[in-house]
């Protein structure tokens, strides 16, 4: 057989697969968190920045797989505003803190070029970029040139927006919605209000460039609802079984 | 033998030439020589051992100096002797432009003995105090018996004297330490464009870095030294994380660092002005560095591909040793760029304290200060649930419960209404009360899951009714 017959074959089922898994948020995490490729990340209401953040720390440590450095971009204001990524809970869920570098940057053009230069670098295993106003400067030359940058140097990025930004024309292969979620909550005793447990988002597919133009385009409207486990830091999504949370979850462990 | 060359500003020839201090004076002398002091009131001080005959000798030394300093708009003489005492007074007082090397006691006298005792450079009082007893030139002292004198005037009159008569060897205190290695280029026509300037640069790296190789080091430190015609002098440093022997990577710490300084300043980053006629790239300091493949960790991350045509392992061991350097040299790199363009302490690492109060858990430490990458504290860590985002300043929150010292049902944060579905607390956390701190309160930890699912971190300060009658509840952080 000849190499290019083989590589066509495996092209197909590349394809293929590519095809089944697009159906389900979880396919698109697993098209998403690869390499070269940029991901987008829009919290649903205002108050999902923390949801949005740690789905975008998820889609890190899945990256973190690969050799490299995780490299979180926070402009200044965060620090006071929205937070700044704490070191204790990103070791918590098992992002490794020896791999990890936070760079502080006084405003929006520094954050894209720290990312671009990050993403080129070849350094990096991801870039995670959070903007507050992500809907005015991620725009379609920057996140263009992000994808390039990505791409020169087979890192992920990973563009976390600070507020909802309901039409977007950006350069990105995927684009998540994330909105927060009532986890499985633990019953405790006497009848108390349960304890909170595992974080819990309900996750939408906004764009998913990776199966377009083939025929299982993936289901865009609905809400998907995700679980993130302490003790494996992957996302556990409804691939064969859908997990349901929720209040009718909730009462079920209790 | 060390020598000395004083310069001494007389006054300024052209009225339009700003004042020159004595630093900015060492600073443009050290195109001469890297050791250069500033000498106050009104001149530097040079030590030339070595560097006189890259212009020709000490007397094309002597009037270059002369000549240039005449161009900028100031009247100016450089004067050569063994001791700074002597180029001091020589400078000022005499009427030859050098004392020759190794002159003996007798050639000092004839040379140095007609002037006024303020060649010895003494304060004011000494020195009036001197020609009133009759003593006004410096023969007058060095014919007398040292003991009378030195108990009338003081000591500081000898020790001047033997520095002049070069008995004595006083050091002068340059301004800055002469670097490790360095290289220049110089210009019959000044450059000014950036792009020149940054190519220059470019070039003097690959000097630089021959250099190092050849010493088998790696610079940490650099600096990069542009000398403007008009006697201004431009310095730009750069750190690296790790030794550095790569003319790319120093070149590119140096294009970032004249970016940087063009977004602070809004305007020619350079400052270029006439041009730059003299340009030094200088490592200040430097590590020993092994030889490596350079052409191979320069490659792709896949260098696996056996190109040969027999499978050779020793090879191909070889070539995957230099992709792990080629990562790890990527990583220090990029950390060295974005500190280079952003500040150091924007590039942080973080690292675990020891400290129970959650904001001093963790502490931000500027990555490229820290070598290497074994930071196992962080495995030894409590697996405590702990929020991703944390505030720099707590918030308050106004909170709604059933019992006075209950968790909250309910609570209002940024002027937004939460209902309380889960909860887990308290986590109590004491105030380090050996260390005696002031407004040190207890806090109850809370982990706070509203109906919407958004996860909080909060706590209550102070203990109900024994630390405070009514203790404040703020949010310190959120959860994913």
Known sequence: MSQGGSSERIGFLRAAIARIEAQNPAGALALSVARGRVCEIVPATPGDGAAACGFALSLAIA???RPGLILWVVEDFAFHETGAPYGPGLHHHGLPMERFVLVRVAGPQQALWALEEALKSRACAAAVGELRDGARHFDLTATRRLTLAARAGRSEAILLHGKPAPALSTASETRFEVSSLPGPGLASAGGRRPIPTHPAWGVRVLKMRAAEGQHGRPDMERRREMIWGRDAPQLKGPSGDPLSLGADRRQKLA | ??????????GKSSPDAPILSPIRLADWCRRFTPLAAPDAPDGAMLDIAGAAHLFGGEAALAKEIETRLAKLGYEANAALADTPEAAWALARYGTARAIPEGADEKGLRRLLGAMPVEALRLDPKTAYALSQAGLKRIDDLILRPRAPIAARFGEQVHARLDGLMGRARSPITPRFEAPVYLVERRFADPISRREDVEGVLAMLAGDLTRLLERHGEGARQLEATLFRTDGAVRRISAASSRPLRDADAISRLFRERIKAAGEARDEDPLDSGYGFDLMRLAALEVETL???????GRQDFAPLVDLSPAPMPAKR???????????????????DRLGARLGLRQVMRLVPQDAHLPEFAVSAQPAAQMRGAGHAPWDAQPPLPRPIRMFERPELVETMAEVPDGPPLRFRWRRVMHEVAAIEGPERMSSQWWRQEAHALTRDYFRVEDREGRRFWMYREGLYGIEAPRPRWFMQGLFA
Do not use: H, K, P, W
């Open chain 1, 63 to 65: 990256a973190a797989a």
């Open chain 2, 1 to 10: 033998m060390t020598r000395y060359l004083s310069v001494r500003i007389g």
């Open chain 2, 290 to 296: 092994g030889a490596r493949q350079e052409a191979l």
């Open chain 2, 317 to 335: 061991r070889a070539v995957a040793n230099g992709a792990s350097f080629a990562v790890d040299d990527e990583m220090a790199d990029l950390i």
